[in-house]
């Protein structure tokens, strides 16, 4: 089984994109689908159709660049054709990856260095550890894993090609943003279901200047990971907004468990503010004759602080105020003190900032890169003991290793052109000290563990919030997997002596928690009984499903349309006009990223995009490709434990079906109410890994 896109209308009318379950012939319906809709590539099913590598076996190491071939022959004619920034991106990972597969058994460990933009020596990159060298040959997608991402960067193009000329004639910025996605139907009157509806318009398109929308993203979008529960707020909050709005008032609403914030202090701490495109250390010959590109990008972000009250009436979270600058002169905005379109130009300046907390903390480094020293540790040790618990922990682990070995070529690379540059008002330099900042806090249970984490943030058992989706449906999935893991853990061991005294699984202990090695604080040291196991296979599931699939799978929804979450503001607030009326036309001139669709000058040594004329349109088809549906879903693993965990999945899977009917059954209530669904933690769209 297989996951596919269903295309539903949801709240508003707009159109919501699902994953639902299908069978292996859904990949060659789309394919066929493509083909008939204009698209012509040749080496696209001969890729699709190639069997899978034996992943025990190194000596594949021929058919595996066999394969390889076959993916950068497909992507080279595309990639000539089009001004997609992804497409020379994908190719040439696919070309780096062709040239350095290696034959291994045992994983090394590596340390990230610290950027030359940012050669700060307080800044010790070298405490979080990422694999070393070249990708092992076991850990290449499959050949239909890179035929799906192919053709999803191929039907994004394709979808593309019917709207641009509608973008490049919008008669202002902001219908050209609204211009980006397909039309649901077609034909007089909208008669006809639209076969290309590849990139159908997210709710967020007609709702993004809600406060009610705004807030409720902190609950139910990309990035549930920064609000928290006031406690004390004189504090945790700014003495411009206690003073603002008073301590007695706060209080009391603080003692109601109705003050609610975000603040983001990490931010705060990066110096280069604003950050240019291409910083001059990593830009040699970025220009167009070969020299340094002109320093003429520069991307502004502010470290905000939040402040939310939670109607428990209405179930519902509003926005009381927002600080941006962190001076003791520093203004509290709210609607009532804002003109209308002032206050839109605020809350821009806080999806941004938050954007950039989400894309390269929360995301890539909270699950990504944690991930991966998890998966060298027990790559290096129980499966090459061939340890029944490697059948639970491989469920884990796909795809991630040449996922995260992609994103530190593209994303985060220590290079020109960088995405992290191009995109990110922060830099990949600043970047990695934010993931830094967050690893040096890191405690394996306490940060990864649902219930922990929820409640270092004030989400304790006795504050109950129904909006919070997040916390919700993560809680019956965390508990979901709680409950497999111990009973696939019961069908290992018999004992507590017979896991003290399993010498594979304390030396996986052992490597994982090595400072030279996995160097992961607060894993157990070693085993000593089935309760700590379990409790060790639930947090890293949750890691690798749940919690990516929180943070990653809303991307569509909400970075899609640009001015809803945009990952850079062009400027900040200082040349804001005056007269309200004149900002909002401002702010889609001068603030979010251009959507410009015309051909932009090259690079000519590497033909890569070297202005931010397409950064919009990059921005689209990049989240596109980042939610592409896994082949692996938690509710479809069946045939991965026939030899083991047999009976504990068979429960596992009951649980959660349960979870799915109740998901589906309140998003039904939800879109007739005309309110967004939330189903990315519905079972059924949860890969068992992250593996996109």
């Known amino acids: 089984m297989v996951n596919c896109i269903c295309v539903s209308v949801g709240a508003g009318g707009r159109i919501c994109l699902n994953l639902a379950s299908a069978s292996d012939d859904e990949d060659e319906l789309e394919l066929k689908e493509y083909e008939k809709m204009g698209g012509k590539n040749e080496g696209l099913s001969k890729l699709m159709m190639m069997k899978d590598f034996d992943r025990d076996d190194e000596d594949d190491e021929e058919y595996v660049k066999e394969v390889l071939d076959t993916a950068i022959a497909t992507?080279?004619?595309?990639?000539?054709?089009?001004?997609?920034?992804?497409?020379?991106?994908?190719?040439?990972?696919?070309?780096?990856?062709?040239?350095?597969?290696?034959?291994?058994?045992?994983?090394?460990?590596?340390?990230?260095?610290?950027?030359?933009?940012?050669?700060?020596?307080?800044?010790?990159?070298?405490?979080?550890?990422?694999?070393?060298?070249?990708?092992?040959?076991?850990?290449?997608?499959?050949?239909?894993?890179?035929?799906?991402?192919?053709?999803?960067?191929?039907?994004?193009?394709?979808?593309?090609?019917?709207?641009?000329?509608?973008?490049?004639?919008?008669?202002?910025?902001?219908?050209?943003?609204?211009?980006?996605?397909?039309?649901?139907?077609?034909?007089?009157?909208?008669?006809?279901?639209?076969?290309?509806?590849?990139?159908?318009?997210?709710?967020?398109?007609?709702?993004?200047?809600?406060?009610?929308?705004?807030?409720?993203?902190?609950?139910?979008?990309?990035?549930?990971?920064?609000?928290?529960?006031?406690?004390?707020?004189?504090?945790?909050?700014?003495?411009?907004?206690?003073?603002?709005?008073?301590?007695?008032?706060?209080?009391?609403?603080?003692?109601?468990?109705?003050?609610?914030?975000?603040?983001?202090?990490?931010?705060?701490?990066?110096?280069?503010?604003?950050?240019?495109?291409?910083?001059?250390?990593?830009?040699?010959?970025?220009?167009?004759?070969?020299?340094?590109?002109?320093?003429?990008?520069?991307?502004?972000?502010?470290?905000?602080?939040?402040?939310?009250?939670?109607?428990?009436?209405?179930?519902?979270?509003?926005?009381?105020?927002?600080?941006?600058?962190?001076?003791?002169?520093?203004?509290?905005?709210?609607?009532?003190?804002?003109g209308e379109n002032e206050w839109i130009a605020v809350k821009c300046q806080v999806t941004a900032a938050d954007s950039n907390m989400h894309q390269w903390v929360n995301h890539l480094g909270k699950t990504h890169f944690t991930m991966e020293p998890h998966i060298i540790a027990s790559y290096n040790t129980l499966r090459q003991a061939r340890h029944p618990l490697y059948t639970f922990l491989r469920q884990t682990s796909r795809d991630t290793l040449v996922l995260n070995w992609a994103a530190r070529g593209s994303l985060v690379k220590y290079d020109a052109n960088a995405f992290g540059d191009y995109q990110s008002p922060v830099g990949v330099g600043q970047v990695m000290q934010l993931i830094n900042k967050m690893w040096s806090r890191y405690s394996f249970f306490e940060s990864t563990g649902l219930p922990n984490e929820l409640a270092s943030r004030g989400f304790t058992e006795d504050v109950q919030i129904p909006a919070y989706l997040y916390r919700e449906d993560g809680m019956k999935l965390w508990n979901a997997i709680g409950g497999f893991a111990t009973?696939?853990?019961?069908?290992?061991?018999?004992?507590?002596?017979?896991?003290?005294?399993?010498?594979?699984?304390?030396?996986?202990?052992?490597?994982?928690?090595?400072?030279?090695?996995?160097?992961?604080?607060?894993?157990?040291?070693?085993?000593?009984?089935?309760?700590?196991?379990?409790?060790?296979?639930?947090?890293?599931?949750?890691?690798?499903?749940?919690?990516?699939?929180?943070?990653?799978?809303?991307?569509?929804?909400?970075?899609?349309?640009?001015?809803?979450?945009?990952?850079?503001?062009?400027?900040?607030?200082?040349?804001?006009?005056?007269?309200?009326?004149?900002?909002?036309?401002?702010?889609?001139?001068?603030?979010?990223?251009?959507?410009?669709?015309?051909?932009?000058?090259?690079?000519?040594?590497?033909?890569?995009?070297?202005?931010?004329?397409?950064?919009?349109?990059?921005s689209l088809a990049m989240v596109h490709l980042l939610t592409t549906p896994s082949e692996s879903c938690l509710d479809n693993l069946s045939d991965r434990f026939e030899r083991v965990g047999t009976e504990a999945y068979d429960k596992f899977l009951k649980n959660l079906n349960v979870i799915s009917e109740e998901i589906e059954a309140r998003n039904e209530e939800a879109e007739k109410a005309n309110k967004a669904p939330y189903n990315y933690l519905n079972p059924s769209n949860v890969p068992s890994s992250i593996d996109i």
């Open 487 to 618: 009973g696939f853990v019961d069908e290992v061991f018999d004992s507590d002596e017979a896991v003290a005294s399993d010498e594979v699984v304390q030396k996986w202990a052992k490597e994982t928690t090595d400072p030279d090695k996995g160097a992961v604080k607060g894993f157990p040291t070693s085993f000593e009984d089935k309760e700590t196991v379990a409790k060790v296979l639930q947090t890293i599931m949750w890691m690798a499903s749940g919690l990516h699939a929180a943070v990653n799978f809303p991307q569509y929804d909400e970075f899609a349309y640009v001015p809803n979450k945009p990952w850079h503001l062009r400027a900040d607030l200082s040349t804001m006009p005056e007269d309200d009326a004149e900002i909002r036309e401002w702010m889609f001139e001068n603030i979010f990223p251009h959507i410009n669709t015309d051909d932009a000058w090259l690079r000519k040594s590497t033909n890569t995009l070297v202005t931010d004329e397409h950064a919009a349109i990059d």
């Open 75 to 338: 992507l080279e004619p595309e990639t000539l054709m089009s001004k997609l920034s992804i497409f020379r991106t994908a190719l040439s990972l696919f070309r780096l990856l062709r040239s350095g597969i290696r034959k291994i058994k045992v994983l090394d460990y590596d340390t990230y260095t610290n950027h030359p933009e940012e050669p700060r020596r307080d800044v010790d990159l070298s405490l979080m550890k990422m694999m070393d060298g070249a990708l092992p040959i076991n850990e290449v997608l499959s050949p239909r894993k890179l035929g799906r991402l192919i053709l999803r960067i191929l039907k994004t193009q394709l979808a593309l090609d019917t709207v641009l000329d509608d973008v490049n004639n919008a008669k202002s910025q902001e219908e050209a943003y609204k211009a980006c996605f397909t039309k649901p139907r077609i034909g007089w009157f909208g008669i006809l279901p639209n076969p290309q509806n590849f990139l159908p318009a997210p709710y967020a398109v007609d709702n993004w200047e809600k406060d009610s929308e705004f807030a409720r993203q902190f609950f139910c979008g990309t990035n549930p990971l920064m609000i928290e529960v006031a406690k004390d707020p004189e504090k945790q909050l700014s003495k411009n907004i206690v003073n603002h709005f008073g301590k007695d008032k706060l209080q009391e609403l603080t003692d109601k468990n109705q003050l609610l914030f975000v603040s983001y202090d990490d931010l705060a701490d990066l110096k280069v503010n604003p950050h240019q495109m291409f910083p001059l250390p990593m830009n040699d010959e970025s220009g167009p004759d070969g020299g340094p590109a002109p320093q003429v990008h520069p991307k502004f972000f502010y470290a905000p602080i939040v402040a939310f009250t939670y109607d428990y009436d209405k179930d519902e979270l509003d926005v009381l105020g927002i600080q941006l600058e962190r001076t003791d002169d520093a203004r509290v905005y709210t609607k009532n003190t804002c």
